[in-house]
C-alpha cells in the first residue's frame, strides 16, 4: 500500500467526523502551555527576585523594585545570567540521552506514554518550584539541583512534543498535515497571550505571590494530565504493541533497549532515495538554528528592565500583544499560504525567517517602547517557521520512522539551550552596559542561516522531493503505519 492509499484511508476515517471529533493533542498542548506561560513573566521576576534577596541579600522592598535602584540591578541581572546560563545546560541533558530511545519507543509502544512521562516531569518541577517560593533562604541556584534536573528525568520537552507531533501525524492525511500542524502550534501560541495577561492579573490578585502563581500552574499541568490519559489512544497504529503485553520487569529495559539507539542512528544515516539523507540532517540542523532564539526570551526580560527600565507589568503587556502576533502568524499567514497560495513549505520557512530578523532589526536599534512594538509585529512570522520544518520533516521517513524522525527534531529544537543559553548569556554580559541589545545579533544571525539553508535545499531538490508525495518504495512498511478505522473510532 502506498502514501496516496494510504491517505484515503484516513480521508475515508475523517470525512464523516465533525471537527470537534478530530480534536486530539491540541488541548493536552494548549493546558501544558497555558500553565507555563501564566508564569513566564513572573517566573523571570522570581528568579531576579531570589538572586536579589537571598544571593546578594538586599530586602525584599529593594528587590521588588529594582529597576529603581540601578548599581543593584546590574549586579543581580549578571547573577540571573549566569543561573540561567547553568540552568538552560541542566535541564536538557538528560533529555537529549533519552531523545536517542524515546522516538523508537513511541513508534513500537505508542505516543501516549511517553507524553505523559514529559509531562509528569514538568508537574515535578513546578512543584518543586513551589518549594522553592517557600524557602526564603534557598539561593536561586537551588532550582537548578531540586527543580531542573528532577523535572527533566521523564523527557521533559522532547518527550511531550515529540510525542504529541507523531500522534497527530498518525491520524492526519499528508495534504492535512500542514495545516494540522499549524493549529497545533496555534493552541501553543495561542494560549500564550491569554495566559500571560491572565499571569498579570493574576499575580496582583494574589498580592504578587510566587508561591500561589506556581501552585495554579501545577494545577493546570494536571488537568493536562488528566485529559491525555482519558482522551488520548495508547496506540494509533496497529504496528504499536502495548507495554503490558511484556512483564513489568521488562520495562524499564524495554524503553533502553540497544535496538531503539540503534534504530534511531540507523533513520540520519541511512542511505535514502532523492538525496532524503540530506535533507533529514538539513532540517535538524534548521530546526537547531530556529530553536537558538528561544533563548533569547529569558534575557528580553533583563534588556527590557536595562535598557527601557520597564516594569513587570509593561512587559507583560508587550508579551501579551507579541503572542497574540504568534497567533495571527501561526492560525492566520499559514494556512493561507499553505491552503489558499498554495506556497510550498520552504517558501513558508523564508517569509518566517525574513519577519524574524526584520523584527530584531528593529529590537536591536530600539530607542523608544513603540518601536519594540512595531518590531513584535514583523517578529510575528517567526514561529511560522517551525511548523513548515515539522511537515517537511514528517514527508522525509516513511510512518514508522516518524516518532523518531519528531523525537530528533524535538531534541533538536528543545537540546539548544545548552549552547544558546551560554550564547547568549555570555553576550548580554558583555554587552549590558554598553549596548544591551547585543543578544539579538544572534538571534538575527541565526535566522539568516535558516534562510540559507532553506533556500539551498529549494533550489536543489527535485520537483517530486520534499513538496510532493513521500516516494521511497517500502509498501510494506507503508502498510503497518495504516490505521484501521477501529482504532481511530476507539
Not at 540571573?80 to 545546560?89: C, E, H, P, R
Not at 526564603?136 to 521533559?156: F, K, S
Not at 488528566?226 to 524495554?254: A, C, E, N, R
Not at 535496538?259 to 540532517?281: A, P
Request: aromatic share 14%.
Amino acid at each position: 500500500m502506498d502514501e496516496q492509499e494510504q491517505d484515503k484511508v484516513l480521508k475515508e476515517i475523517n470525512k464523516n467526523k465533525k471537527w470537534y471529533q478530530k480534536i486530539s493533542v491540541e488541548p493536552t498542548i494548549f493546558l501544558y502551555i497555558f500553565a507555563f506561560s501564566l508564569t513566564s513573566v513572573i517566573e523571570n521576576v522570581f528568579y531576579v527576585y531570589k538572586s536579589c534577596t537571598v544571593n546578594h541579600n538586599y530586602s525584599h522592598e529593594i528587590c521588588m523594585e529594582i529597576e529603581k535602584h540601578d548599581e543593584i540591578k546590574t549586579a543581580v541581572q549578571a547573577t540571573t545570567a549566569k543561573f540561567l546560563q547553568y540552568d538552560s545546560i541542566a535541564g536538557q541533558i538528560i533529555p537529549i540521552i533519552l531523545a536517542l530511545f524515546i522516538g523508537s519507543f513511541a513508534d513500537h509502544r505508542g505516543r501516549k506514554l511517553p507524553l505523559l512521562l514529559g509531562l509528569i516531569g514538568k508537574l515535578i518541577y513546578s512543584s518543586m518550584i513551589i518549594v522553592n517560593s517557600l524557602m526564603p533562604n534557598w539561593p536561586v541556584e537551588n532550582i537548578i539541583y531540586t527543580a531542573t534536573i528532577p523535572g527533566a528525568i521523564t523527557g521533559g520537552d522532547i518527550a511531550i512534543f515529540a510525542s504529541a507531533l507523531a500522534y497527530l501525524t498518525d491520524i492526519t492525511t499528508e495534504a492535512d498535515r500542514t495545516v494540522r500542524i499549524s493549529i497545533l502550534g496555534g493552541a501553543y501560541v495561542g494560549s500564550i497571550p491569554v495566559a500571560v495577561l491572565t499571569g498579570t492579573y493574576l499575580y496582583n490578585f494574589y498580592n504578587k505571590s510566587f508561591t500561589k502563581m506556581f501552585v495554579t500552574n501545577a494545577v493546570l499541568i494536571v488537568l493536562s494530565i488528566l485529559y491525555t490519559v482519558v482522551k488520548l489512544d495508547w496506540q494509533t497504529t496497529p504496528k504499536q504493541v502495548s507495554l503490558t503485553t511484556i512483564p513489568k520487569s521488562q520495562w524499564i529495559s524495554d524503553f533502553f533497549d540497544k535496538k531503539h539507539f540503534k534504530q534511531t542512528v540507523r533513520t540520519v544515516t541511512k542511505k535514502r532515495d532523492n538525496n532524503y539523507r540530506l535533507y533529514i540532517i538539513l532540517m535538524m540542523v534548521s530546526v537547531a538554528l530556529y530553536a537558538i532564539q528561544r533563548s533569547e526570551q529569558k534575557y528580553f526580560f533583563l534588556f527590557a528592565q536595562n535598557k527601557l527600565s520597564w516594569t513587570t507589568e509593561i512587559y507583560s503587556y508587550f508579551r501579551t500583544f507579541e503572542s497574540a502576533s504568534y497567533v495571527f502568524g501561526i492560525l492566520v499567514a499559514v494556512p493561507i499560504f499553505s491552503k489558499v497560495f498554495k506556497w510550498k513549505d520552504t517558501v513558508i520557512v523564508v517569509i518566517g525567517a525574513c519577519g524574524s530578523i526584520i523584527g530584531r532589526l528593529f529590537f536591536a536599534f530600539v530607542g523608544t517602547t513603540a518601536l519594540m512594538y512595531v518590531g513584535a509585529s514583523f517578529a510575528s512570522l517567526g514561529p511560522i517557521i517551525l511548523p513548515a520544518l515539522r511537515s517537511i520533516s514528517s514527508k522525509l521517513v516513511p510512518c514508522d520512522e516518524r516518532g523518531i524522525m519528531f523525537a530528533l527534531i524535538s531534541a533538536c529544537d528543545k537540546s539548544v539551550p545548552i549552547i544558546s543559553g551560554v550564547l547568549y548569556s555570555q553576550t548580554y554580559l558583555a554587552t549590558m552596559k554598553v549596548y544591551p541589545a547585543g543578544i539579538f545579533w544572534v538571534t538575527i544571525v541565526s535566522q539568516a542561516l535558516v534562510f540559507v539553508t532553506i533556500i539551498f535545499i529549494h533550489f536543489n531538490k527535485r520537483d517530486t522531493d520534499v513538496q510532493g508525495e513521500f516516494s521511497q518504495n517500502n509498501d510494506a512498511m507503508i502498510e503497518n503505519c495504516v490505521d484501521k478505522s477501529e482504532i481511530l473510532e476507539k
